[in-house]
């Protein structure tokens, strides 16, 4: 079933689960929440069999969407290889930065073949 962020996330979604080979679900919501700072994604474990849920702000652009895709899929990566921190403070680590570089650079290089609609 489509996606209300449109075909263009979509797809980017199924990229991801391809290129990470990780197990997720993603959800596009109206409000995150916290209206003290701008938080556009969030990511928790369902469990081991079911994966990873992902919850994406709806009422964004596809740029925002998608760059808070690959943040909250590199906090699971980094969680899958290096462990889970309970600090949420240093959620953003060495292993983090390593993944969501990586990340970045596979979409730019993924990006460039797009050719649907918007």
């Not at 390593?98 to 460039?112: D, I, M, N, T």
């Amino acid at each position: 079933m489509p996606s209300a962020a449109g075909p263009r996330f979509d797809r980017l979604v199924a990229w991801l689960r391809r290129e990470t080979g990780i197990k997720f679900k993603v959800r596009t919501v109206v409000d995150l929440g916290d209206k003290d700072y701008a938080c556009w994604g969030t990511g928790d474990e369902i469990s081991a069999r079911e994966g990873w849920l992902i919850k994406i702000e709806r009422d964004t652009s596809y740029p925002i969407q998608m760059d808070a895709l690959l943040h909250e899929v590199a906090h699971i990566q980094d969680i899958v290889k290096n462990g889970y921190l309970k600090d949420v403070d240093s959620q953003h680590t060495d292993g983090f930065g390593v993944e969501y570089a990586a990340l970045l650079r596979a979409y730019a290089r993924w990006e460039k073949t797009y050719d649907g609609p918007e």
